[in-house]
């Protein structure tokens, strides 16, 4: 099973773009790379998701190395509510339906 | 307005008690999940359900028992066996469980005192 490793803390000035790195460098060839954050003692919030192409929505942007080693998460924008942790996942396929293995995430602090 | 959801917010019982936890969505998902969240970790999957009538273990069962006979409820309960139950309960869901990718959905979570 894919692993993945992020820093365990960051801090972003408000307005400015948070960029979240995260490594997996055993995730297979169809393995998709997913985002969630959390908010304090909320549930888990889907961000966005990816296989190998970049991929950008209305709450984030999702960049892929081309070896899919590592990917970032950037927040263009980030706003004190972006204070979150932020879990990057890699997906199981197969028999075990999607299963999420959560790692520790990183905790994001805007700060004003 | 579609979504899950999870009751109570808080629960409070006495060691030894069984007890069950809600999640209802009405989102038309096929796969339900249960996760558990310490403070201060990352989420674990306790059981998970991809249609009716059939569920899985997750990596921390032991302790905890599930059912699926609608596709819109997967309760869990939380057994007298489970040796430390007080944690933070979040229930998922999400499209058919194959397929290529979807995202899951999570509830608001139930956070459980035993003492």
């Known amino acids: 099973d894919a692993k993945t490793t992020q820093p365990t803390s960051m801090d972003c000035a408000e307005g400015r773009a948070a960029n979240l790195p995260c490594n997996h460098s055993?995730?297979?060839?169809?393995?998709?790379v997913y985002w969630y954050r959390q908010i304090h003692s909320q549930g888990p919030q889907y961000i966005i998701h990816?296989?190998?192409n970049n991929e950008t929505n209305e709450m984030a942007s999702l960049i892929i190395t081309e070896d899919r080693k590592s990917s970032t998460l950037i927040l263009p924008h980030a706003t004190l509510r972006d204070t979150a942790v932020y879990y990057c996942?890699?997906?199981?396929?197969?028999?075990?339906?999607?299963?999420?293995?959560f790692g520790q995430g990183t905790e994001l602090s805007v700060k004003p | 307005d579609g979504g899950i959801t999870q009751s109570p917010k808080y629960l409070f019982r006495k060691e030894g008690q069984n007890v069950t936890l809600s999640c209802e969505q009405n989102?038309?998902?096929?796969?339900m999940y249960w996760y558990r969240q310490d403070p201060g970790q990352g989420l674990r999957l306790i059981y998970y359900?991809?249609?009716?009538?059939?569920?899985q273990k997750g990596d921390i069962a032991e302790g905890y028992s599930v059912s699926r006979e609608k596709k819109e409820s997967f309760p869990l309960t939380v057994t007298s066996a489970q040796k430390n139950p007080t944690a933070f309960y979040l229930c998922?869901?999400?499209?058919?469980?194959?397929?290529?990718?979807?995202?899951?959905?999570f509830g608001p979570g139930t956070r459980l005192t035993v003492t």
């Open positions: 998922a869901s999400s499209a058919p469980a194959g397929g290529r990718s979807y995202e899951q959905y």
């Open positions: 055993t995730i297979s060839g169809n393995e998709y």
């Open positions: 990816g296989l190998k």
């Open positions: 996942i890699v997906r199981l396929l197969g028999r075990q339906g999607g299963k999420l293995i």
């Open positions: 989102l038309n998902h096929d796969a």
């Open positions: 359900s991809q249609i009716v009538n059939d569920f």
